[in-house]
Nanobody, 129 residues
Framework: QVQLVESGGGLVQAGGSLRLSCAASVHPFSNYDMGWFRQAPGKEREFVAAIRWTSGYTYYEDSVKGRFSISRDNAKSTVYLQMNSLKPEDTAVYYC??????????????????????WGQGAQVTVSS
């Protein structure tokens, strides 16, 4: 049974930092594209960042570029989301997701939640002003 388990959420003041981790039981982890999505209260789920299975190429939603960084450690089957300069509007439940790796390059292959096969339970991130 595939499991994705997020950790590292919490409460932080505006301007602060948090690092989310997602431990995945997909095998082999190195063959999976990994993504982070978020959903704020009353809003639809939105793409945050993704990292390709090969090359480690990354994609970001425009509002987080320069503040968030996605990375992966294939030896630990874990993907990370480093979040800096947090803003109150970053408050949401953050989900990690996995899908079999693709050779396709355009961002839309990685930013559509419907394309991901596996999801974590979510981690709450709250940014106070």
């Amino acid at each position: 049974q595939v499991q994705l388990v997020e950790s590292g959420g919490g409460l932080v003041q505006a301007g602060g930092s948090l690092r989310l981790s997602c431990a995945a039981s997909v095998h082999p982890f190195s063959n999976y594209d990994m993504g982070w999505f978020r959903q704020a209260p009353g809003k639809e789920r939105e793409f945050v960042a993704a990292i390709r299975w090969t090359s480690g190429y990354t994609y970001y939603e425009d509002s987080v570029k320069g503040r968030f960084s996605i990375s992966r450690d294939n030896a630990k089957s874990t993907v990370y989301l480093q979040m800096n300069s947090l803003k109150p509007e970053d408050t949401a439940v953050y989900y990690c997701a996995a899908k079999p790796g693709t050779w396709r390059s355009p961002k839309y292959y990685y930013s559509a939640g419907a394309d991901y096969d596996y999801w974590g339970q979510g981690a709450q991130v709250t940014v106070s002003s």
